[in-house]
Structure formats: C-alpha cells, structure tokens
C-alpha cells in the first residue's frame, strides 16, 4: 500500500495527515463477474406469456408463504370491508380475472380496505387488497377489471422474487466493490461505492422496475380481456389517474413506474391484439 502527505490539510498540531493512496483491485470485481454469471444461469426462469427471461431464486412455494404471511400482516392492522356492494365487485371482478389465469397453484382471497389510497396489491399464492380509494378512480368494474389484472399479473409474473433476487445480486456486487476499493483513501472509496450504487439504482434495478409495470399492464390487459372486460377501459383509467396526479408525477428515468403517457401509448399498442383475445374468449364481441 502507498502512502501521500497532505500538504494542503495541516492538522491543528501543525503536522501533515498521511493518506492512503492504495489502488483498486480488479480481483473481487473477477470473482462477483463469474459469480454474477453463474447466479444468472441458475436461476434464469421465463415469465409466462411474455416469454421474458428473469431470475428468480426461491421456490413458489416460499415465495408464497411469504406472501401469506405479508397478507395476514396487512389484513391485521388495516379495516377490512366485508360486506357491501363494492366488496361484491371487488371478488366478482377478481374471481373472473383469476379464472382465467389458469393458474392452478394459487389460493385465491380478494379483500376491500378502507383507506383514502389509490393503491391495490397482489401477493404471491393470489393474496389480492384493494383500497377504497382507488375505486372513484376506476369508476366502474371494467376500470376495477383493469386494477385488478395489473395486481394479480405481478404475482403471475413472480416480479417480486425477481426484484429481490435482482437486489441480493446487488447487495453482493456493493460488497465486491467495496473489497476492491479497500485500500483506497475514504474519499475514493466513497466515490467508487457511491457511482456504483447510483449505477445499479438508476442502470439496473429503476429500469427493471418500469419493465415489471409494463409487463403487468400487458398481462393485465389480456387477463382482463379473456375475462370478457373491455380492455379499451386501460388507457381510460390511466388518463383519470394522469390527471390525479397532475404534475406531481416523477420523471420517468427517477421513478420505479412509467409515465402515464408512456402507459397510455403502450396499452394503446396492445389494444388490437386485447381485442381480438376478447372477441374469441366471449359470445359478445
């Protein structure tokens, strides 16, 4: 290791501080490249209808018993509506979306929170809550049809078990990082880590985050429209939600979701083929 004098930085005694001037080591960045390629291999898996590749490193099995346990949690501290008749849309409009999933493996349960937020979720293993503030947003059960199959597309797809298999890789890259630049002074090192987190937060993990979005809203489109939904409500309900948000929204490249426009623009790309899948999955056209 090499050592510098800090002639610019006198210390109070009037002596110089010595700096490391130690290198960065290329050995650790080696070894998590062929771990990195090894863990992509075993635990490449593809996304059903999508055809996409993803890794994913735990078995459904825990990933849904996680998500039982996460629903039970949210179940727990949240009001739960049980009865009414926007807790009947709710499972009527889930159970028909789920049908035709044709995933056998889940057990489905659709619940209605009493919250003011615009949100709704789908654990893996079909745990599925929507909140009541979401629903003067979707205004009607094709605008819940298109909630409800963007959730239950992300449990499908197993985006969550990819998002933390895409993290650990990270977490393991940092600490590769953080070996190699070891011997470096503390404001290089800093530096090092810092541009390798802001790589992988905006290079890997923000773009990956927008793909699972537009890949749930593709799935959720054709779930919705199997399930004989119009799936010309998609765009509908993202223009409501665009002129909610106005301009908070975050600009895309920062953000873990895309635009609306973006959205908007895709679902309208999807919109012949959705269709087509609703005119040869229903009796009316």
Not at 281 to 285: E, H, V
């Given at each position: 290791?090499?050592?510098?004098?800090?002639?610019?930085?006198?210390?109070?005694?009037?002596?110089y501080p010595?700096?490391?001037?130690?290198?960065?080591?290329?050995?650790?960045?080696?070894?998590?490249?062929?771990?990195?390629?090894?863990?992509?291999?075993?635990?490449?898996?593809?996304?059903?209808?999508?055809?996409?590749?993803?890794?994913?490193?735990m078995?459904?099995?825990?990933?849904m018993?996680?998500?039982?346990?996460?629903?039970?949690?949210?179940?727990?501290?949240?009001?739960?509506?049980?009865?009414?008749?926007?807790v009947?849309?709710?499972?009527?409009?889930?159970?028909?979306?789920?049908?035709?999933?044709?995933?056998?493996?889940?057990?489905?349960?659709?619940?209605?929170?009493?919250?003011?937020?615009?949100?709704?979720?789908?654990?893996?293993?079909?745990?599925?809550?929507?909140y009541?503030?979401?629903?003067?947003v979707?205004?009607?059960?094709?605008?819940?049809a298109?909630?409800?199959?963007?959730?239950?597309?992300?449990?499908?797809?197993?985006?969550?078990a990819?998002?933390?298999?895409?993290?650990?890789?990270?977490?393991?890259?940092?600490?590769?990082?953080?070996?190699?630049?070891?011997?470096?002074?503390?404001?290089?090192?800093?530096a090092?880590?810092?541009?390798?987190?802001?790589?992988?937060?905006?290079?890997?993990?923000?773009?990956?985050?927008?793909?699972?979005?537009?890949?749930?809203?593709?799935?959720?489109?054709?779930?919705?429209?199997?399930?004989?939904?119009?799936?010309?409500?998609?765009?509908?309900?993202?223009?409501?939600?665009?002129?909610?948000?106005?301009?908070?929204?975050?600009?895309?490249?920062?953000?873990?979701?895309?635009?609306?426009?973006?959205?908007?623009?895709?679902?309208?790309?999807?919109?012949?083929?959705?269709?087509?899948?609703?005119?040869g999955?229903?009796?009316?056209?």
């Open positions: 290791m090499r050592y510098s004098i800090d002639t610019e930085n006198p210390q109070e005694d009037g002596s010595v700096r490391r001037r130690g290198r960065f080591k290329i050995l650790p960045i080696v070894l998590f490249a062929l771990f990195a390629l090894f863990y992509v291999f075993s635990n490449t898996q593809t996304v059903p209808m999508t055809g996409r590749k993803q890794i994913v490193d078995s459904r099995e825990d990933e018993a996680l998500g039982l346990q996460s629903y039970a949690a949210v179940l727990q501290q949240a009001e739960v509506v049980r009865s009414g008749a926007e009947d849309l709710v499972r009527s409009v889930g159970a028909r979306i789920a049908k035709v999933t044709e995933t056998t493996d889940f057990e489905w349960e659709f619940n209605l929170l009493q919250s003011p937020d615009v949100n709704a979720f789908c654990l893996p293993g079909g745990k599925v809550a929507v009541t503030g979401i629903l003067p979707a205004e009607n059960a094709d605008g819940v298109v909630i409800m199959g963007h959730e239950i597309a992300h449990a499908i797809a197993r985006h969550g990819e998002r933390m298999a895409q993290q650990r890789l990270v977490q393991i890259g940092q600490l590769a990082v953080g070996v190699a630049a070891g011997e470096m002074d503390d404001g290089a090192r800093r090092v880590l810092g541009a390798f987190g802001a790589g992988a937060q905006f290079g890997v993990l923000l773009p990956f985050s927008r793909e699972h979005e537009s890949e749930a809203d593709y799935m959720g489109l054709v779930f919705m429209a199997r399930a004989c939904f119009d799936p010309r409500e998609a765009p509908a309900f993202w223009r409501r939600m665009a002129s909610r948000a106005g301009s908070g929204q975050a600009v895309e490249f920062m953000s873990t979701h895309p635009s609306s426009e973006k959205r908007i623009e895709m679902l309208e790309q999807w919109m012949e083929e959705a269709l087509k899948v609703r005119a999955s229903c009796a009316a056209g």
